[in-house]
């Protein structure tokens, strides 16, 4: 078989529906396949039907409606609203203290300035130092020793001086 008719072989499986096709003649054997078409299937995620039954008639009330009542009172501003937050600058995991068996860095009630570290938080094995950014008593660690922290989650509570 010469080139020439192979390339027509070759036209010819293009324009079919042949996957493969062999000849083989005295000079030899030909095999000729089409590239497979990579064939994505894709589908919707089943969809939950509910079925809800259909609002009552208004019934005719024998009873006359209650008075409209005073319009509840607005909360008064809490003593949290005046809390400072010291957040986690990074994703990692938050220590209280520099090493096991050594003391926390603060406690409920310790004095921090500007500056004063106040945790450690582990990421990708570096030990970084968090500063407080506020002055103020610390009211509240909302966080548990050795627990993951998220970017900008909340860590103390602090109330201004």
Known sequence: MDLKQIHE?????????????SIEDKDGKVTIKQKEE???????????????APPAAPTVASAPAPAPTAAPATPKPTEESKLL????PMIGTFYRKSAPGKPNFVEVGSEVEVGTVV???EAMKLFNEIESE???????????????VEYDQPLFLVEPN
Do not use: F, H, R, W
């Open 9 to 21: 072989l070759i036209k010819i499986i293009n324009k079919s529906n042949i996957g493969e096709i």
């Open 38 to 52: 990579q064939v994505i299937t894709m589908s919707a995620p089943p969809q939950q039907v509910y079925n809800v």
């Open 85 to 88: 937050t010291i957040k986690s």
């Open 119 to 121: 945790c450690i938080i």
């Open 134 to 148: 506020v002055k103020g008593t610390i009211v509240k660690v909302l966080v548990e020793d050795s627990t993951p």
